[in-house]
């Protein structure tokens, strides 16, 4: 008798793994675990060999593999064309690697509205008279550090430096270290059309072309560019099922899209995934000027009405949870 409860007392801890296993789960739970993952160990030899990367001279990530024979993801130091160094984030192995990380659009708070945070729209309130709110899409002003790139939103002097051909996007989960950014990603995807340099080589230029604000155009006929993608991770049904039901109606998958405006005359600055057929922009891409008169302030943030009918509830005009709490980050090459 004495055995028999010694072996049920021994059973309880597993009883209680394996219940604590079966409940409580979502599909973001994999990337809680590499959130809270600690920083890998690293020698002194890999260390040393991570500070030499501070010797490398190229302006994108593309030159320094071209040049060094880089083949390794992670962090390196780039230079300006006046002189300017600063680390960023390298993809070295998607599609023949080389892409530089130039930017992150994070949004820290959506019930905020156009507040302190919202730095790919208006920081300062929704406000007609204020209609390219922030201006970043198009101006020289950096933010942010790389290893923060998914928790706060981040730009670095390659975004107008640069002289791109494509570019690359992943959204990843808030809050993932930069040496999880690949596996952990809802997403990743990026162009093959050379695009970039029918519009400067880069987006600042790009958006010198198609200015980001309130009252610039009307919704389809005045958007700007949609590119066809080809996926790294997902696919064009994968893609619209990221965002809200009634968006899918009036959007294509397998596509950026840029300067897409909405029926009120409301500019955002990419449609990531997608290419509009329709007004209700807001819905699904992010960033923008410094207005939006639907439901003022309700649209206005960085993932605009992302949270239209309930947040990450995939109802209505509202996109999920996932897409919601990941960052969306661009490459160049």
């Known amino acids: 008798m004495l055995t028999c409860l010694k072996a049920f007392l021994l059973a309880i801890p597993l009883l209680m793994v394996f219940q ?11 990337v809680k675990t590499i959130e809270q993952a600690r920083a890998p160990k690293v020698s002194l030899s890999r260390l040393d060999e991570l500070r030499n990367r501070a ?6 990530c593309k030159e320094v593999k071209d040049r060094y024979g880089q083949a390794e993801d992670g962090l390196y130091y780039l230079t300006t064309s006046t002189g300017v160094v600063y680390q960023t984030f390298c993809d070295m192995t998607t599609a023949g690697g080389g892409w530089t990380l130039v930017a992150s659009v994070h949004e820290d708070n959506i019930y905020a509205k ?25 101006n020289r002003k950096t933010f942010g550090t790389v290893e923060a790139a998914t928790d706060d939103d981040f730009k670095n002097p390659g975004y107008y430096d640069i002289d791109a051909e494509d570019m690359s996007v992943w959204h990843v989960p808030n809050k993932t270290p930069f040496y999880h950014w690949n596996l952990a990603s809802i997403m990743r995807y990026h162009t093959e059309r050379r695009f970039l340099h029918l519009y400067g080589g880069n987006l600042y230029y790009l958006f010198h072309r198609y200015p980001v604000e309130y009252n610039v155009g009307k919704h389809l006929s005045d958007n700007g560019p949609s590119i066809p993608i080809v996926y790294d991770l997902g696919d064009k049904e994968s893609t619209k099922m990221f965002y809200g039901p009634n968006t899918r109606g009036e959007t294509e998958g397998g596509f950026i899209s840029f300067r897409a405006i909405n029926l009120e005359r409301a500019a955002t600055a990419i449609c990531s995934g997608v290419k509009p057929k329709g007004g209700e922009v807001d819905a699904y891409c992010i960033g923008g000027g410094g207005f939006f008169p639907q439901g003022n302030p309700l649209q206005c943030g960085d993932f605009t009405s992302f949270a239209w009918n309930g947040y990450g509830t995939n109802v209505g005009w509202s996109a999920s949870k996932q897409m919601l709490e990941s960052a969306v980050l661009l490459f160049y090459r």
Do not use: H, M, Y
């Not at 010797?55 to 994108?60: A, D, H, L, P, T």
């Not at 008279?129 to 201006?135: L, Y």
């Open 20 to 30: 604590t296993s079966c409940i409580n789960t979502s599909p973001l739970d994999s």
């Open 55 to 60: 010797k490398f001279i190229g302006r994108s």
């Open 114 to 138: 156009c507040t302190v945070g919202d730095r790919w729209t208006s920081q300062q309130g929704n406000n007609a008279n204020w209609p390219k709110g922030e201006g970043n899409w198009a």
